[in-house]
């Protein structure tokens, strides 16, 4: 089956008398049955549990580790939501025999269910081919409300390389939404590294009309800079969907990446972007991308995924 259901045994942490963590607010729920109570305030969290794109754009394999590992750190992690905010696991979403187009089909069926059903979507990943899968849900779900959606993505790459032999990847999904929605693509990628990136891939952003932010820029001392910029594109748009790459981190906060480097953006700035687009009340949808737990230290960058999480519901839903 490409659907794993969720392991309640992987949500665990201190026992409380009263909701403290993480584990204790998250309900297992099996075979995508989405609760369709649209009068409550709902996360919905689905994995990915894919490396096929990943492996198609010859980075190191393992991401299809990192839903179970950003779950097992959340658990754990104090719960600071309102009362009254509801968090449902459905599981993971699984590539099988290499065949990321099902998984894809998959993913952005329940996105669109999941925005549906008015739940606030928190993907993990698993390849950045995942955000192909979720953005095309939630373009699909703003179709018929005529809303513009943006896309921000904090990444070392813009991750608009074209497809392999008519197969998508993880270097591809934002050039795959590009073709597929030329009029409403808006796309704004942050923390960009010019030595990871081939000048190609600065061309297909100008003719994608990509906004983007190099590495170099994208530190706290250039803070009203970034805010500007930002604030720019938020106000252009009706919704966004932001995607984090871990591997835009540096490697001394990311070590567990497919493609590291010690060259990329602090939490620091990151977490400054969180709030800014969170306090927009214009975010839609969520994923964490890139997480290889084969290769982590200490369990730093599931860490780190878990708090960028945190963080941003806690500003939506706090």
Not at 21 to 38: G, K, P, T
Not at 173 to 183: A, G, H, M, V
Not at 201 to 220: G, N, P, S, V
Request: proline fraction near 4%; include cysteine.
């Amino acid at each position: 089956m490409p659907h794993q259901n969720p392991s309640p045994s992987l949500w665990t942490g201190r026992s409380a008398e009263t909701i403290e963590y993480w584990h204790q607010a998250v309900i297992s729920i099996n075979d995508l049955s989405f609760n369709e109570d649209i009068d409550l305030r709902k996360i919905g969290i689905l994995g990915y549990a894919g490396d096929e794109g990943v492996r198609r754009n010859g980075g190191r394999i393992g991401a299809a580790l990192a839903p179970d590992a950003i779950r097992k750190v959340m658990g754990s992690t104090a719960f600071h939501l309102k009362t009254g905010t509801h968090i449902f696991d459905y599981g993971t979403i699984q590539t099988e025999k290499n065949d990321i187009e099902s998984s894809h089909a998959l993913i952005s069926k329940s996105v669109i269910r999941l925005l549906q059903t008015k739940h606030f979507p928190v993907l993990f990943g698993g390849g950045h081919d995942l955000a192909y899968a979720h953005a095309s849900g939630i373009y699909d779900y703003l179709k018929e409300k005529d809303e513009k959606l943006g896309i921000i993505n904090l990444d070392a790459h813009f991750d608009l390389r074209p497809m392999q032999n008519r197969q998508g990847h993880s270097g591809s999904p934002f050039f795959q939404l590009s073709q597929e929605n030329p009029s409403q693509f808006h796309y704004l990628c942050l923390g960009i590294q010019r030595a990871a990136n081939p000048r190609s891939l600065f061309e297909t952003a100008d003719l994608t009309q990509t906004k983007w932010m190099a590495m170099e820029d994208f530190r706290i001392n250039n803070w009203e800079v970034i805010q500007e910029k930002i604030l720019w594109f938020l106000d252009s748009v009706n919704k966004v969907y932001l995607s984090i790459d871990l591997d835009g981190f540096s490697s001394a906060f990311a070590p567990g990446v497919s493609a590291p480097s010690p060259m990329g953006f602090s939490p620091d700035i990151a977490f400054k972007v969180f709030e800014l687009i969170a306090s927009s009340k214009k975010l839609i949808s969520l994923d964490v991308v890139e997480l290889n737990p084969t290769y982590d230290q200490d369990q730093a960058t599931a860490r780190l995924a878990a708090r960028c999480t945190e963080y941003i519901l806690r500003k939506v839903f706090g």
